[in-house]
Antibody, heavy 121, light 110 residues
Framework: QLQLQESGPGLVKPSETPSLTCTVS??????????WGWLRQPPGKGLEWIGS???????YYTPSLKSRVTIFVDTSKNHFTLRLNSVTAADTAIYFC??????????????WGQGTMVTVS | QSVLTQPPSVSAAPGQQVIISCSGSSSNIGNNYVLWYQRLPGTAPKLLIYDNDERPSGIPDRFSGSKSGTSANLAITGLQTGDEADYHC???????????FGGGTKLTVL
């Protein structure tokens, strides 16, 4: 059964650069069948797409975060990682990793991790 | 501020129908497929509708999606208390080159 599990620091200080990792089980990030993505939801706000990556390393980022975000994939460990530079309180949110249903960036997210809360304080 | 516009909340009685709207523009909804996600309290979002009106396997036909021009709707019939959740619409925006979402709509089943 496909499962995605986020892991991260939980509490970070302003200006730090936390990394969040999404470990995939039951599928392979290197299969080439899917993009893999990161999204977040700040308290009381809507979902926000952060970016997505293909096994080849091709990435897409939302323009508002592009200057501060890096997503990379480690096919040997079957996981992908989000790094967010110079965080502020505005980055406080639940962070989700998810699988696109296909190999197009436009494909829906069909499987999600449970999410991990990141608090910047 | 979200690119797509959804009402913050809707409510209806059990057994009734509710429609949640999602408004955008020609750079997003007008020229791309719309997705809908359901987020039950404390859980991860779940895909309800893709390609405007398609349901993934396992999603009951009480949930239906539609699109007209630059707006989309999610209809839920035969409301159940278990449908109380936040509903999010999303699509690709050609001008922003980004996936974009609405602010989410909280459904209360009275």
């Amino acid at each position: 059964q496909l499962q995605l599990q986020e892991s991260g620091p939980g509490l970070v200080k302003p200006s730090e650069t936390p990394s969040l990792t999404c470990t995939v089980s039951g599928d392979s990030v290197s299969s080439g069948r899917n993009y893999w993505g990161w999204l977040r939801q700040p308290p009381g706000k809507g979902l926000e797409w952060i970016g997505s990556i293909y096994y080849s390393g091709t990435t897409y980022y939302t323009p508002s975060l592009k200057s501060r975000v890096t997503i990379f994939v480690d096919t040997s460990k079957n996981h992908f990682t989000l790094r967010l530079n110079s965080v502020t309180a505005a980055d406080t949110a639940i962070y989700f990793c998810a699988r696109h249903s296909g190999s197009w960036i436009y494909d829906a997210f069909d499987v999600w991790g449970q999410g991990t809360m990141v608090t910047v304080s | 501020q979200s690119v797509l516009t959804q009402p913050p909340s809707v409510s209806a009685a059990p057994g009734q129908q509710v429609i949640i709207s999602c408004s955008g523009s020609s750079s997003n909804i007008g020229n791309n497929y719309v997705l809908w996600y359901q987020r039950l309290p404390g859980t991860a979002p779940k895909l309800l509708i893709y390609d405007n009106d398609e349901r993934p396997s396992g999603i009951p036909d009480r949930f239906s999606g539609s699109k007209s021009g630059t707006s989309a709707n999610l209809a839920i019939t035969g409301l159940q208390t278990g449908d109380e959740a936040d509903y999010h619409c999303g699509t690709w925006d050609n001008r922003l080159s980004s996936l974009v979402f609405g602010g989410g709509t909280k459904l209360t089943v009275l």
